[in-house]
Structures are given as C-alpha cells and as structure tokens.
C-alpha cells in the first residue's frame, strides 16, 4: 500500500483528494493518475533530466524545447498521434523516474461528465442508465487508439463496482407537469430528453395531465444512429411525447437537420414556447446549429 503525503498547499485538488487513503500502486494508476492522458511539453522536458541514456535525454529535451522548430514538428507529430504518458514512458525506457516522481509529473485522470438518460420514477431508484458514444479513431500512422474513458466503459462487466458521482445539471424540469416543453437533441445529447420523456411517461401511467412535448432529434443516419427509437415511438403512442420529429441529416441527398425541422413547425412552436410560456432545451455539441436555432 502507498500513503501520498503532499508536500504543499499549491497541489491539484483531484491529487490532494488522492492523498485521502492508502491505496496500492496499481489503484493509484487505474484510479488517479492519467497515465493514459496526453503529455505536454513540459513533460518531456522535465522527463528528459531522468534519461540516463544521452541520445534519449537530447531527443527529450528538444521535444519539450517549444523555441526549437524540429523539437516543435516532433512534438506536434507525437500530438498528432495522440500518444500517452505511458507510450513516452515504454519509449524512453532510460528515462526512471521514481514513483513519488512520477505522481509529481503525471496529473490526475479527469472525471468524464455524462447526462443520465433515464427517470427514477420510470426505471427504478437504484438504477441509472447513460448514453455513451464510443470515442475511437485511427492516426496518420494506423494506429487505433480509443478514449480513456469509453475503453474503459465497455471493459466493465455486469456485477462489477466502479466509482461514479452524481451532479445537479443546468436542465429543470418544470413544476407543472402542463409546462409544454420543446427539446432539441444532437447524437448522445438525446439522453437527457429519455429522461424527461420517461418521466413524462410516468405521469400518464399515474393518471397525470401533461402538456405538450416535443422532441427534436438529429443525427447522421437512422438505422445507425437512432439511439432509443422504439422506445420514443412508444412514448408517442401513450402521449407522453405529442411532436417527435427526428432529423437524419445523411439518409437523403438533401442534408436535413433540427433547425429544418423546427422552422418546418415554427408557427406551433412559437405557441407553444412564447404564448405558453414554454420551456426550450438543447443538448448536444450544437456548435452552428446554436446559432441556426436561435
């Protein structure tokens, strides 16, 4: 087991929150540390000062050099790569630093935010369900790299713990459940709008009165991409959603997104927003289409 004992005030908070209890080696890499993150100059810079082999310690030392024009295009073509504090490390093999050093070098693994994309009341309270786009690619080189995070989601097997933290999001609910709300979801960013259909859903299985609610829903292609699509047909059917109009912006020769199919039902939209005081929610890496919507 290791205890982290900082030796400063002026640390990072993820690290000083690591320091909290002991842990073993492997827990401080597979749990803290981000050794499978991005290293900056300044890491092979100072990872440099630790290669006893003289060829790898130049070779370091002009990657993290940023005022060298050949130690800028190394760097830049290792970006590219997107290669890892543990590729540098299994490269450089001369290059020791020992373990309290390493914690010094390597910052800690950044919490990944996911919107939850289910209703309590509908699945249950102790469940949680998450949409989760697989984030892989390959590099100029053919390496096939996939993110941190999602490896390590489809590596979880069913029984297995892991460590999770739940945060209040910038979305409401409104309080009155004749609200009318008008969502618009890009990709994955449907998955807080499951959640409002779900709960929707609920109160109509309650007995409940509901008001309006419309679903926006784009992405590139239908029979790939149409995340839930049983399922909001469903909600369709109970009238719990009253308007699902999604957009596949590839299935056609004629590109089609939200915004087109928010201004095809702008005049009804417009009641329902303005003159009823609606709710409009947007998810999703929008970028333009902010814009376009607005």
């Not at 050949?70 to 020791?96: P, Q």
């Not at 996939?146 to 209040?168: E, K, L």
Request: aromatic residues 10%; positive net charge; contains cysteine.
């Amino acid at each position: 087991m290791v205890k982290i004992t900082p030796v400063s005030e002026n640390i990072d908070a993820r690290k000083r929150a690591a320091s909290l209890r002991p842990r073993t080696i492997s827990q401080l890499f597979e749990e803290s540390l981000d050794i499978f993150g991005r290293p900056n100059r300044a890491f092979y810079k100072t990872l440099s000062k630790f290669a006893e082999d003289p060829k790898e310690k130049a070779e370091l030392a002009l990657i993290g050099n940023p005022d060298d024009t050949k130690g800028r295009d190394m760097y830049t073509k290792l970006a590219g790569e997107t290669v890892t504090f543990a590729d540098i490390l299994n490269k450089y093999t001369s290059a020791r630093p020992s373990l309290d050093q390493l914690i010094t070098l390597i910052p800690c693994t950044k919490p990944r935010l996911y919107s939850i994309a289910s209703s309590p009341r509908f699945v249950g309270p102790k469940a949680i369900e998450l949409a989760v786009v697989i984030v892989n690619w390959t590099t100029a080189s053919g390496v096939r790299r996939t993110g941190t995070a999602t490896d390590y989601i489809q590596r979880i097997v069913p029984g297995q713990s892991t460590t999770a933290t739940i945060t209040s999001g910038s979305f409401k609910f409104p309080e009155s459940p004749m609200t009318p709300m008008i969502m618009a979801g890009l990709g994955t960013g449907l998955a807080p709008f499951r959640a409002f259909s779900q709960e929707r859903a609920w109160m109509k299985r309650q007995g409940i009165q509901t008001g309006p609610m419309w679903l926006f829903y784009g992405c590139r292609h239908q029979s790939k991409d149409y995340i839930f699509g049983n399922e909001l047909d469903g909600f369709v059917k109970e009238g719990a959603i009253t308007e699902l109009h999604p957009a596949f912006s590839r299935d056609q020769k004629e590109k089609v997104y939200v915004q087109n199919k928010i201004d095809d039902n702008s005049s009804r939209v417009y009641e329902d927003l303005i003159k009823k005081g609606g709710y409009f929610y947007l998810c999703g890496q929008a970028g333009q289409v902010e814009n376009d919507i607005r």
